[in-house]
């Protein structure tokens, strides 16, 4: 089976670009996974569980804690000591409970809320243990659960740990009513649990408090957070949260895209380094091409290129070139017979404006016999006899043009380059008459018209307009693009024309000049038709008039021809 040039090529590139593909691809399923594991797997969820099992056991334990000594029958003795060894066994108990670890110490209140009494424990310093005048609770927080108060936390400061009061009242007996007692909490004890409960130098699992504050596992604030996302909650207003550590988790990304742009660089090196070598064979071949095509711009129909027994793109582009050139041959031939016709076809058209013949005649006489006269009268009237001998050869030049028009030969030409011809002719007249000449507008639309014709249009149009101004006037020559055509506007302030006229102006030989044919208007309909234009005037008497032409654009025909095709 044999392949094309164009089918080799591309072969050969979808298998460099999909062994490209491939590396990347396991490169990303690499990369993908690793992260996935990191952040997406079950153990993340099983730790975070078990961080908020272990926060809630150990509130469990304080609240049974707690229930036990509020509910303890030695309490109120040893709060008003009215039963000494109710108050001792009190008293040992409550010692014992407070030097727990987790504990600075055992805290009563008065019905009011202030400090009744306190029972340090081991972990005990400070206020209130030692001093009540810096103690207040009164701007903490307060949740209450199933009438357990959980008041705090207070943070670290001055150099002081920070705390969590638990506080349940007592049961009802001897001692005062509204008393409660209250267990001074570590507030470490129960940050402490939130380690080992993330991914290290991932995620971290912190706690959030009713205030908003988050904690981290030392009871301290935590700081530089980004990221948080709820976790599961401990007690209303106490959750968990999980702090995403972007830095660290874009980093490893950060890596396999310098290496993805390593490989893909080196990729796309390797496919560069292919197709300049398959260039280079490719623009020897070529090369024989442009060689042919050079020899027959220069004339040499004869030449023929080489015939391979290849069966590619470039070999049926050698063999179409050969045919190509034996038909431009014919053409040729062909055209140049065409030509000889032609000429014998103008050589009677000649006969036909034999009358053209005779006014040169006639104009060379009344030239020669100007220069010998010298009377004065007769001077003069030689000058009157050439000047209408002038005047018949323009009528006579009119009438081959309109009899005969030629045909277009239409292509893409700036409106400003017709508008620049156009008054680079006019403008000796309309300064010599004081008249005012002025283009403007959209004078890079492109036209599709035959550039001669349409400057004699619009020289025929200016002409007018000069001469149907007043010394002072102005006259105006404007482009605008629309809907696909090149409107040409040529407008001036001069004396209009008479609704009575108006319709008759494209008449032919109709005219209002003394020297005039009536012939220019129509010969300049004629050639705006030929090239599938239209026009039109506009004219109030005493304002001025405006002759507007309306051909197309080189790019709306273009597309027309292709759509069309």
Known sequence: MRFSLVARYTLLSLAVMAGALMVLSLLYERMAGDLYDRLTGERLNAQVTATASRLTSFLDNRLYQLANLSNHPSIPSFLDGQNAAAAAEATALLRLEADLPDLYGILFFNADGSLKKVIPGQAASGAPYWSADDWDISAL??????????????????????????????????????????????????????????????????????????????????????????????????????????????????????????????????????????????????????????SLAAGDLGYRLPEGPSHDEISRVGRAFNTMAEQLSGLIDRMVRAEKMAVLGEFATGVAHEVRN???????????????????????????????????????????????????????????DLFRQTASLLR???????????????????????????????????????????????????????????????????????????????????????RGTGLGLTISQQMVDANHGTLSIASVPGEGTTVTLRLPLAESALNESVSHG
């Open 141 to 294: 927080p307060v949740i209450t659960v199933d009438g357990v108060d959980f008041i705090g936390p207070a943070l670290p400061a001055n150099g002081r740990s920070g705390w969590l009061l638990i506080r349940q009242p007592l049961r009802d007996g001897p001692a005062e009513p509204g008393t409660s007692i209250a267990l001074h909490l570590r507030l470490a004890s129960l940050t402490e649990l939130l380690g080992g409960g993330g991914i290290s130098g991932v995620v971290a699992p912190l706690l959030r408090a009713p205030d908003g504050t988050v904690l981290d596992a030392t009871g301290r604030v935590a700081t530089g957070l980004t990221d948080l996302t709820d976790g599961p909650r401990i007690l209303p207003g106490w959750s968990i949260v999980l702090d995403a550590r972007s830095d660290t988790i874009l980093k490893p990304l950060e890596q396999a895209r310098l290496w993805l742009y390593i490989t893909a660089a080196a990729i796309i090196s390797f496919i560069l380094l292919i197709f300049l070598a398959l260039s280079r064979s490719l623009r020897r071949r070529i090369g024989t091409l442009v060689t042919g095509a050079g």
């Open 358 to 416: 005779p006014l040169a005649t006639m104009k060379t006489t009344v030239q020669a016999l100007s220069r010998q006269e010298r009377d004065p009268d007769r001077q003069e009237l030689l000058t009157d006899m050439g000047s209408q001998i002038d005047r018949l050869s323009r009528v006579v030049s009119d009438l081959l043009t309109y009899g005969r028009p030629s045909p277009p030969s239409p292509r893409p030409v700036a409106a400003g």
């Open 428 to 514: 000796p007249l309309a300064e010599e008459q004081g008249i005012t000449l002025s283009t403007g507008g959209e004078t890079g639309a492109m036209v599709l018209a035959d550039p001669d014709q349409m400057v004699h249009v619009l020289v025929n149009l200016g002409l007018n307009a000069v001469q149907a101004c007043t010394p002072g006037g102005a006259v105006t020559m404007r482009v605008t693009a629309e809907g696909g055509q090149a409107v040409m506007a040529v407008s001036d302030d001069g004396c209009g024309i008479a609704p009575e006229h108006l319709a008759s102006v494209l008449t032919p030989f109709f005219t209002q000049k003394r």
